[in-house]
C-alpha cells in the first residue's frame, strides 16, 4: 500500500569525509504538497537534496521515494527514479552551449523518440508556461539571471516529473523576478499535481506559497509547522530565522576544533 | 626532533600515492568511457560535432606549424647534406623525420595545447557551474552525454590532424628545398619515394599519432572531470593537461619508436 507521504526520510544521517553534516533528519513530504526546508547557508540543504536525488547515500536511514529507499536503488531503478524528478539548481545549470530551446529540448530528446515536431510544441508549451516565449533562439550567456532561472524551470518540467526539487530558487534574483519564480512554483505545483521539496533561506517568500516548513540547523530539524504556526511560533530558532537575526541559538560561526584565542595565542581563552 | 627528516619524507608519500591513485582512477575511467561509448558512437552527430570543436578549429595551427617545420627541416637538411654532398637525399631526410617523429609528436603537442586544453576547460566549468549534475539527475549519465563524444572525437581527429602536418611539413621542405634552394624537383620527390616504407614509416607513425590522441584525449576529459569545482580548479586542470599531455607524449615516443624502428 503506498503511503500517504511522498518523500520520507527516516534517521538520516550523513557526513561528508568525516564532518557530519545531517544528524538523524526525519523528514515527511505529503503527496502533491509544497514543502519548504529553510536553514543557513551550509547548513545542509543542498545536501539533503542531493540525497533525495541520489547523488549521495547517506551513511545511516533511509531516503524512501514513494516508498523505495534511494539508498538501496540500483542503476536501472535510480535512472526511473530521476525521469519522474525534476530539479531546479540554484544557479539554474543551463548548458551554456545549448541554446534556449535545446536546454528545453534536452530531456525530451534523451527519454522519449517524440518526432521532432512535437518536441517543438512541447518545448514552446513550457517556455510559454514560464513566460519566456519567443526566447528559444537565445543562448543562456544572453539571459538575465532571473530568465535563466526561468528557462531552466521550464527545462526541470519538460518530463512532467512527479516530484520537484528547487534549490534556493530564489537567490540572487531582483524582488520582481524572485516573485515571479515563487509564483511560477506554486501554479506549477498546482496544476500538475506535483510533490514538491524547496530549499530556501528566504523566509517570507517561502511562507506565502509553502504548504509546509522544517527548519534545519547544525544538522538536525529544530522545528516545523505550517506557515501560520511558523508565523505564530514562540521558538526562539524560529524567531532568529523570521526576524533574520545574525545572533541567537542558531551559530553564525563555522564549527571550528580550535578557538580563536588558541591560533592568536591568548592563554586562558575558552569557546565562546 | 626528527621531523625535518619525516616531513619530506611523508610529503614524498603523500605525493606518489596520491599519483597512484589517480592514475587508478583515470584507467577506471577509462573503462566507463569505453563502456558507454556504444551510446554515443550511435548517435553520431554528437561526435561529429566535437570533431568540428577538436579538430578543424585545430587546423590553422596544424598547417601554419607543419608548413613551418617542413622550412626548417629544408633549411637544417640542406645545410647538413650539402656538406657532405648529398644534399640530393633532402626529399628523404624531409619525409622521414616528418613521418617518423616530428609530425606524430609536434601534432600531438599542438593538439594538447590547442584542443586539450579547451576540453579541460569546458568540462571543468560545466561541472563547476553544476551542468554535470543537472544533467546526471536528469538520468543523462554525463559520462556518455559528454565525455565520450569528445574522446572520440579527439582520437579520430589527432592522426587525421598528424597526417596534415606531414603533408604541409613535406610541402614546406619543398619550397625551401627546390623553391627556394633549386634543388631538382623530380630528384627531391624520388628521392622521397625511394626511402619511405609505406608500412614501416607511414603505418607506423599513424600507430603512433594514434596512441598520443587516446593518451592526449584522456587526459584532458580526465583532468577536466576531475577538477576542482572552482575557478583556481579549472585553471590549474587545465595547467595540467597541457604540462601531463607533453610528458606523456614524449615518454610515450621514445617507448614506441624502441618497439618500432
Ligand atoms: N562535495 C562536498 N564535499 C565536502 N564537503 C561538502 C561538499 N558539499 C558541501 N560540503 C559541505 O557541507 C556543508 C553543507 O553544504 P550544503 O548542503 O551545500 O549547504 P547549504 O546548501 O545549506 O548551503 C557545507 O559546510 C559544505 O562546506
Ligand atoms: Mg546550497
Known sequence: MPSDFFIELRNVSFAYDRRLILKNINLRIPRGQLVAIMGGSGSGKTTLLRLISGQFRPQQGEVLVDGKDVAKMGHAELFAHRRRMGMLFQFGALFTDLSVFDNVAFP??????????MIRDLVLMKLNAVGLFGTQELMPAELSGGMARRVALARAIALDPALMLYDEP????????????????????DALGTSAIMVT????????????????ANGEVIAEGTPEQVRAAASPWVQQFVRGEADGPVHFAYPANRGLTDDLGVEGGGHA | MLDFLISPLRKLGHTSINAIWRLGYASRFLISILMYSGQSLMRFS?????????????LIIIIVSGLFVGMVLGLQGYNTLARFGSSDALGALVALSLLRELGPVLAALLFASRSGSAMTAEIGLMKTTEQLDAMSVMAVNPVARVVAPRFWAGVISMPVLAALFNVMGIFGGYLVGVVMIGLDA???????NNAVDLHFDVVNGLIKSL?????????????????TPTAAGVSSATTRTVVTSALVILALDFVLTAFMF
Open chain 1, 201 to 216: 533561506h528566504d523566509v517570507h517568500k517561502s511562507l506565502d506559497i509553502v504548504d509546509h516548513v522544517y527548519f534545519v
Open chain 1, 170 to 189: 530564489f537567490t540572487g534574483l531582483d524582488p520582481i523576478s524572485l516573485g515571479v519564480i515563487a509564483l511560477l512554483i506554486k501554479k506549477l505545483n
Open chain 2, 46 to 58: 554528437l561526435v561529429i560535432r566535437e570533431v568540428y570543436f577538436a579538430g578543424v578549429l585545430s
Open chain 1, 108 to 117: 525530451l530528446r534523451e527519454h522519449t523518440d517524440l518526432p521532432e515536431s
Open chain 2, 211 to 227: 596512441v598520443f590522441g587516446i593518451a592526449v584525449t584522456l587526459i584532458a576529459v580526465f583532468e577536466g572531470y576531475d577538477a
Open chain 2, 186 to 192: 623530380g630528384t627531391y620527390w624520388s628521392q622521397m
